[in-house]
């Protein structure tokens, strides 16, 4: 049985507290939610208790923050497209912030599973002054467990109308994708991190985040490789590949930390269910 399951968040800023209202309707809910860095930033997990997306499942998730709140929101493992029974498996997500908005879009991996047929669409819209950190790692296959990625494919699309598309199939069978060196490399993870502002960064701030940030990938973990690119006035992408996904979360969650402290002066404490 395909399950087809919605979840609708919406964030407001009321005296100061940022809080969530939320519509579902099958298998995807949040948690209560939790205030590690005081009432401003509202942190939530969400769950999919079925655990993986088969062939006809879909699941759509739509976000709304309200002027001026601020919002996490994570998982608490992976999400996973398994084999696929001759129907797409689909997880749509669409993101909409008002003016002077924040949110911190964090889901854990994605894993594409040997013979998966799935699609993952996120598309976002800020209004001036509305900032967002988002990020997407998606590994191909569990190498480390044998199973490795050799049928089926996963279509990757990330937009933000007038402003960013990036739209690509990943497909097993495609082995210059997969292994050439100017598409994966061998490499079976890929990652990319987002900062998208409503209103267009200052060419100070952004030249010197990139410098910041490419002081932190002289670090990274070895075998990664990774760079950061300003794409227009309003985006910071920072893009990388790694053999698995460890290595890749690691940097992520250490870029993620320095970019939200250097924007809005929050330290970078990852949310606890991150480390259970």
Not at 8 to 34: E, N
Not at 41 to 59: E, F, I, R, S, T
Not at 169 to 182: P, Q, R, S
Request: with cysteine; glycine share 10%; net charge negative.
């Amino acid at each position: 049985m395909a399950w087809h399951a919605k979840l609708a968040l919406d964030y407001q800023a009321r005296q100061g507290k940022s809080t969530v209202q939320f519509l579902h309707d099958g298998p995807l809910r949040v948690l209560k939610s939790l205030y590690p860095e005081g009432h401003a930033v509202c942190h939530n997990v969400l769950v999919h208790p079925p655990g993986g997306l088969v062939g006809g499942d879909v699941l759509d998730i739509s976000v709304h923050v309200g002027e001026g709140a601020h919002a996490l929101v994570t998982t608490p493992g992976a999400t996973r497209f398994y084999k696929s029974n001759g129907q797409k498996a689909q997880q749509r997500t669409r993101l909409q912030l008002d003016p002077g908005a924040r949110l911190e879009w964090l889901p854990l991996e994605a894993i594409a599973y040997n013979a998966c047929d799935a699609a993952n669409h996120v598309e976002f819209a800020l209004a001036d002054g509305a900032q967002l950190l988002t990020w997407d790692v998606t590994a191909f296959g569990l190498p480390m467990a044998g199973q490795h990625f050799e049928q089926g494919a996963l279509t990757q699309h990330i937009e933000w109308p007038g402003h960013f598309l990036e739209h690509g199939v990943i497909a097993a069978k495609d082995k210059l994708l997969l292994d050439g060196a100017l598409g994966l490399a061998g490499h079976r993870c890929m990652a990319n991190l987002i900062l998208a502002s409503g209103t267009p960064l200052p060419r100070g701030q952004r030249e010197a985040l990139q410098e910041s940030t490419h002081a932190l990938l002289q670090s990274a973990p070895e075998g990664l490789i990774a760079g950061v690119t300003a794409p227009n006035d309003h985006m910071l992408v920072l893009r990388g590949l790694a053999p698995v996904v460890e290595p890749a979360m690691q940097l992520w969650k250490t870029v993620w930390a320095h970019w939200r402290s250097e924007l809005w002066g929050l330290k970078g404490e990852a949310p606890r269910i991150w480390s259970t």
